[in-house]
């Protein structure tokens, strides 16, 4: 790609204080000199409920992995508010984010994403990918959690004769199936793919409290690289269930993609005052919300990520104070020490370095 | 800590206002004159309906405020790149006047609806980096965060006390008669109208806070980086204005009218910007305050203090967008980080306060403003009469 970077900086020399791209936006809103941005190319609808919005970014994205997210900022009332969301085209292809109505923010993709809208991004990250090397793969996805899943089926199923994937998926019934013809189609055109459709409506949840359920679909299970994304109780069974299997030493790995984390510390605390220093503001932080939402609402520019303990991008220095982990209830605080904001909330009086 | 930060009230559930920072209720050491009328019950009543008066435009802020920054933001640039553009052909006399004006009326746009109001952090609820309080850089030879310090901070803290607020007078003129009178202010009309063409040199000095130094309230570190951020900017500043954008005008052998037209368009933004500034707190009726006036004020108090210390300009819409929405002084000081383009609609409900109350909304046309202004830089050369 031609190096722009020289002719950035004598342009710089014109525009300054802004950047040549801020300038360059007036014609291309995909440029900035700060933030990612992408622009909508094209919208399909999958089911009632759920979109997949094809996005050309501009300079400063790198090519996803099969099976990792994005950080897509969406406004909501003049607000830009960040939420992750699972990049479902194949690696190698444009970027595409598929996207069900579960709350505000992925209502108002779902419903009003137009050709065209500018999105805002961060680069795709996220460690649910596919193994280095050729493994015999299970798949166990339920509802949305086929999303970060079907990007590894298209990457792997049509190009690769040697894989070996069987994929369960469980959905309530065919119609909010989300990439059910897809899904179909590969299986008959591919051997390598098999597909076993469950649905919750006609037969019950498909159980991960025993291993019976699987034997009877997939009795090599053990054997397989399993990947599982889906809702926590779902994600929690596989994840006891491969536990007790590995105590008999017997099973394969277990890749998890979890979408929410459990806030159980929320009604524990205090809260208190938050003082974020570098901004010079303070407020009054109540004990269940996190240090991320806090700031946000103050209209402090915070770092963020996937929003639930994971990603680690929101870590931010903590002056002095203690801070409540969302997540366990934990209580801790030493000063200097790297917080996430995402998952924790003032204990007392907070200063952060921000 | 400011205070005009600390009193913002959070806008999410479960978020207050910081406590403690001004109290609701009680009263000042003493209450300035023009509000001496009101007893402390009155002033706390004031100070929730003001309260109030925030929280109705907090509910509505959205995206249609969203929508307006950003529009204003492209019309800015657009009018920075044509003006720029056409200097760049400026032999011919009707590009010149037209990137001149152009220019001029960018720069303006810059300075005053844009940057002063977004580092007043009004725009900072977006959570737009771009549009942010933290990030943004002007078109002023001051650097932001300088100039943040001591607007911010310590006018909009201070506003109108004698001793405390600086800006009464920026360390170079006698602005008020509590201010003691020395030979040296014979020449307050002969600073002013230097001062007034070449006004962002003279902001950008003042915010390099000399007196505090000299007096040992500055470090010398502190100096050192003020001094260093300063002579980054405006090396930036000059060659963008006074080399390269002539060094390509030269290319059509316009290279000295583009240096002209920039220099007429800094010169044109400086004037406007000083008289806009200048009838901010300086024209009659507004009120200075004493050190004890401040002491032990309450939020109502330091409402009341804002409004009578400052003055309005009165006129057409297009008047109020070139001022940056200064011309809703009192609006602005009551509230330095609700969105300009608010000001206008809540001033109907802010001067029938203070008619309710008994205290005086000052404001005026520019030209009366100015006019009043500039007779109390004369009258204020004099000594104090008998």
């Not at chain 1, 390598?192 to 409290?209: D, I």
């Amino acid at each position: 790609m031609f190096n722009f970077r020289p002719l950035a900086r004598i342009a710089s020399v014109l525009t300054t204080p802004l950047a040549p791209e801020d300038v360059l936006a007036l014609f291309n809103p995909v440029y900035s000199s700060r933030q990612l941005r992408g622009v909508v190319t094209r919208v399909v609808q999958e089911t009632a409920q759920s979109v997949t919005i094809f996005f050309r970014p501009g300079r400063g994205w790198h090519a996803h992995l099969a099976g990792q997210w994005a950080r897509i900022g969406v406004e909501l009332n003049g607000v830009r508010h960040w939420r992750s969301y699972s990049l479902s085209a194949p690696a190698g292809q444009d970027p595409a984010i598929t996207v069900t109505d579960v709350g505000s923010v992925s209502g108002v993709l779902v419903r009003e994403t137009k050709v065209g809208d500018i999105l805002f991004l961060a680069p795709p990250q996220g460690d649910f990918v596919l193994p280095e090397h050729p493994r015999s793969l299970l798949m166990l996805t339920a509802g949305s959690g086929i999303t970060p899943v079907m990007s590894m089926i298209r990457t792997l199923v049509p190009g690769r004769p040697d894989a070996d994937v069987v994929l369960i998926h469980s959905s309530r019934g065919e119609d909010d199936s989300i990439f059910r013809e897809e899904l179909f189609e590969l299986a008959d055109q591919f051997p390598n793919f098999r597909l076993v459709q469950w649905q919750t409506g006609g037969r019950g949840r498909l159980s991960l409290a025993t291993p019976a359920d699987l034997e009877s679909i997939c009795p090599d299970w053990q054997d397989r690289a399993a990947y599982a994304c889906g809702p926590e109780s779902f994600l929690d069974d596989a994840e006891a269930l491969w536990n007790q299997a590995a105590q008999a030493a017997s099973a394969g790995s277990l890749t998890i993609e979890r979408f929410h984390a459990e806030l159980k510390g929320r009604d524990g605390g205090e809260g208190g005052l938050v003082t974020f220093e570098t901004s010079d503001r303070e407020v009054m932080a109540d004990g269940g919300v996190p240090l991320l939402d806090v700031g946000e609402d103050a209209g402090i520019l915070m770092p963020s990520g996937c929003r639930m303990g994971i990603c680690h991008s929101c870590l931010t220095p903590l002056l002095s104070g203690s801070v409540r982990d969302l997540r366990t209830g934990e209580v801790r605080g030493e000063p200097g020490e790297l917080i996430q904001t995402c998952v924790s909330a003032a204990a007392g009086p907070v200063n952060l370095k921000l | 800590m400011s205070v005009a930060s600390a009193k913002n009230p959070a806008t999410a559930v479960g978020l207050k206002t910081r406590p403690g920072a001004l109290a609701e209720a009680g009263r000042p050491t003493m209450r300035p004159p023009a509000a001496a009328h009101l007893s402390d019950e009155q002033v706390a009543e004031l100070g929730r309906e003001l309260d109030a008066i925030r929280d109705g435009i907090l509910a509505k802020r959205g995206s249609s405020d969203s929508t307006y920054i950003r529009r204003m933001i492209k019309i800015q640039r657009g009018l920075e790149v044509s003006g720029r553009a056409a200097l760049l052909v400026s032999r011919n006399k009707g590009a010149w006047v037209t990137g001149t004006a152009l220019l001029s009326v960018a720069k303006i746009l810059e300075n005053m609806e844009l940057g002063h109001n977004i580092l007043h952090g009004q725009w900072d609820w977006m959570r737009d980096p771009d549009i942010h309080s933290t990030t943004w850089e002007w078109d002023f030879v001051t650097p932001s965060r300088s100039w943040q310090h001591t607007h911010n901070d310590l006018h909009h803290r201070w506003t109108n006390v004698v001793g405390k607020d600086r800006d009464v007078g920026y360390n170079l003129l006698r602005m008020d008669p509590d201010q003691e009178w020395k030979p040296f202010n014979l020449g307050n009309p002969l600073y002013n109208a230097l001062l007034a063409p070449v006004f962002e040199w003279g902001i950008a000095i003042y915010d390099l806070e000399i007196p505090e130094y000299k007096e040992g309230l500055k470090s010398k570190e502190a100096m050192v980086k003020d001094l260093k951020a300063l002579g980054r900017k405006a090396a930036k500043q000059f060659a963008k204005d006074y080399a390269a954008t002539p060094a390509l005008a030269m290319l059509t052998g316009s290279g000295k009218q583009a240096l002209y037209g920039t220099l007429v368009a800094n010169a044109v933004r400086n004037v406007w910007a000083h008289a806009v500034i200048f009838c901010g707190h300086f024209p009659e009726g507004t009120d200075t305050f004493t050190e004890e006036m401040v002491e032990g004020e309450t939020r109502g108090d330091w409402y009341v203090r804002q409004m009578i210390g400052s003055a309005n300009i009165s006129g057409p819409r297009f008047m109020h967008l070139m001022t940056g929405n200064l011309s809703h002084q009192i609006e602005h000081h009551l509230f330095p980080d609700l969105p300009s383009n608010r000001y206008s609609e809540i001033a109907p409900k802010v001067r029938e306060i203070c008619d309710r109350y008994g205290l005086k909304y000052t404001t005026g046309p520019l030209l009366k403003q100015v006019g009043s202004a500039w007779a109390k830089v004369f009258k204020l050369a004099l000594p104090p009469q008998g």
